[in-house]
């Protein structure tokens, strides 16, 4: 089964970028088989799709984050990464790293245990 694992970026200041790795183990994020996901959730509001890397390696983020927005695989680690620059104190959210599994009749979504970031001066 696959699990994956944010990191902990501590205190962000405003206008700085924000760095998050997710570590994944049980699946490789080389090949067609998930798609790679980044989703957060401010406190007492619902859950925002920031961006996805497709199965075919493309990357497809939110309109309203896309200026401010990247992310990536790291191969060698497999890891997915995350970066979002100038962050104000409204990107302070729970950040969850989410894979869904493409192929088969099944199409399971894996989630990690989310890691808060606090945007503040």
């Known amino acids: 089964q696959v699990q994956l694992l944010e990191s902990d970026p501590g205190l962000v200041k405003p206008s700085q970028t924000l760095s998050l790795t997710c570590t994944v183990s049980?699946?490789?994020?080389?090949?067609?088989?998930?798609?790679w996901t980044w989703i957060r959730r401010p406190h007492g509001k619902g859950l925002e799709w920031m961006g996805v890397?497709?199965?075919?390696?493309?990357?497809h983020y939110s309109p309203s984050l896309e200026s401010r927005i990247s992310i990536s695989r790291d191969m060698a680690n497999n890891r997915l990464l995350l970066q979002l620059s100038s962050v104000t104190p409204e990107d302070t959210a729970v950040y969850y790293c989410?894979?869904?599994?493409?192929?088969?009749?099944?199409?399971?979504?894996?989630w990690g245990q989310g890691t808060q970031v606090t945007v503040s001066s």
């Open positions: 890397v497709a199965s075919d390696g493309s990357t």
């Open positions: 989410v894979t869904a599994k493409l192929n088969g009749l099944a199409h399971p979504e894996y």
């Open positions: 049980g699946g490789s994020i080389i090949g067609r088989d998930f798609a």
